[in-house]
């Protein structure tokens, strides 16, 4: 078992909290990159092309965003192998994940690349920005490999307790990432195509460390024949990694709709509107970090049958959202003009900004708790659940701009987010509540 975090024995609260900090500050890194990121681009080539990058976040969502709820998927699966101590088929389903992440790779980067220009064009992009969008679209795009292998390597050593590695590869990653982007944009002025590149290249790093990471673990050294086809495995891993993925997708649909309201309003809301997604995904990261912690948690004690363990692993994980919340969350909504004002030039996009970071940073708590539900329910072996949830997230999102924009503007993408949040936790809630009660 070296190099694996058995969560099946010890202390609950002092296992979760070992494996929390380190993926905690994994998300830092990386979200420090992302808006570091933001902020070069914003500052260096102007709120013009900050709007072209941030303009791809949702579709960035709706591509990358499935080939992240397919790896999440397969490392439940891998996780609840390894609680069970089936070594055997632990091997088995490592394998056929990195068969299927390869046919997956090749399927969304085509689809990633196809789909740019005719979406951007549904989404309202703005002739200003749409030739930038255009130009850093398509290099992500083209580099889909490199993201999609780190979410694999990175979910595999998670399944096994190692959230240590993860947060090395992003470190030295993210100082690849921030440098290259200062060579690229301030010195040698190549545009939004210089902070396309240096993603592409910090994700190669990133995965070839994790990967690194995983030949020297003993338990799954994979051999040629665990690559053999398995029908059972291949259904299995596409049972749990579909829905997940779905659920992403679905959530991104909602989120490119309110993009395209966003836009018909002008770049400056385009501009407004990347910065609060920024600082709302920095915002969420401690509860991010608890869902996927209490998702490998559960995964293992699920797979050996420790069913109180995972009541007392959920317990922790609401403590740190709510911890969270009191920290980061009154930040958001109390300190506002500060937060626009770092990342933003114009007085026009900094006033729209600090009326929505106003309003989620108050409405946070929902989707903090959100994610630790969520992932709990996932990890239990319920990936409809999440799915229908993300659904859930879109039907109520959407008629809330609808409805809401015309008639008190910007406000109106803050209060779908409260809206879908509601929604998706209420059922993930209730589905955590009956299926715990059935495994008991």
């Excluded at 090395?168 to 590149?197: K, P, Q, R, Y």
């Excluded at 051999?223 to 029908?231: C, G, L, R, S, V």
Aim: aromatic content about 10%.
């Amino acid at each position: 078992m070296e190099h694996t975090n058995n969560f099946m024995e010890g202390k609950v609260s002092a296992k979760l909290l070992g494996f929390f900090f380190p993926m905690l500050l994994t998300n830092i890194l990386q979200q420090i990159y992302s808006v570091t990121d933001t902020a070069i681009v914003g500052k260096g080539l102007g709120d013009y092309a900050l709007g072209a990058v941030g303009n791809l976040s949702s579709l960035s969502l709706l591509i990358i965003g499935f080939s992240t709820g397919m790896a999440n998927g397969f490392a439940v699966i891998i996780a609840q192998n390894y609680g069970a101590g089936n070594h055997s088929v632990l091997r088995k389903s490592i394998a056929i994940s990195v068969k299927l992440s390869i046919v997956l790779t090749l399927i969304l980067t085509a689809a990633g690349c196809l789909m740019l220009k005719p979406i951007l064009l549904f989404m309202q992009t703005d002739k200003v920005i749409l030739q930038d969008s255009l130009k850093y679209g398509y290099i992500i795009f083209g580099g889909l490999a490199a993201a999609i292998a780190y979410n694999l390597c990175s979910g595999i050593l998670r399944s096994l307790g190692d959230s240590k590695t993860p947060f090395i590869a992003i470190m030295f990653s993210s100082a690849v990432n921030i440098a290259l982007d200062c060579i690229l944009i301030l010195i040698l002025h190549t545009g939004v195509e210089g902070a396309a590149i240096a993603t592409i290249l910090s994700q190669v790093i990133s995965s070839f460390i994790c990967f690194c990471k995983i030949r020297q673990m003993p338990v799954i050294q994979i051999k040629a024949e665990d690559f053999k086809n398995d029908i059972a495995m291949y259904l299995l891993l596409l049972k749990n990694g579909i829905p997940m993925a779905c659920m992403n997708s679905v959530t991104a649909v909602g989120c490119m709709i309110v993009q395209s309201y966003v836009n018909d309003c002008g770049v400056a809301y385009t501009s407004a509107y990347s910065v609060c997604s920024k600082y709302l995904n920095l915002f969420m990261l401690p509860s991010l970090t608890a869902g996927f912690s209490i998702s490998a948690f559960v995964s293992q004690n699920y797979g050996a049958g420790k069913v109180e363990r995972i009541k007392k692993g959920v317990h922790v994980c609401l403590l740190i959202a709510l911890i969270s919340y009191v920290l980061l969350g009154l930040v958001m909504a109390f300190l506002p003009e500060l937060l626009a004002g770092f990342m933003l030039s114009e007085e026009e996009t900094i006033s729209l900004a600090v009326e929505y970071l106003k309003i989620c940073g108050a409405a946070l708590i929902l989707v903090n708790l959100l994610f630790v539900y969520r992932n709990s329910v996932q990890g239990m072996g319920y990936p409809l659940i999440p799915m229908l949830s993300g659904i859930t997230e879109m039907v109520l999102r959407i008629p809330a701009i609808i409805l809401l924009m015309p008639e008190i503007g910007f406000k109106a993408t803050a209060y779908a987010e409260a809206a879908a949040w509601i929604g998706a936790l209420t059922l993930n809630w209730i589905a955590y509540r009956i299926f715990y009660i059935k495994i008991k």
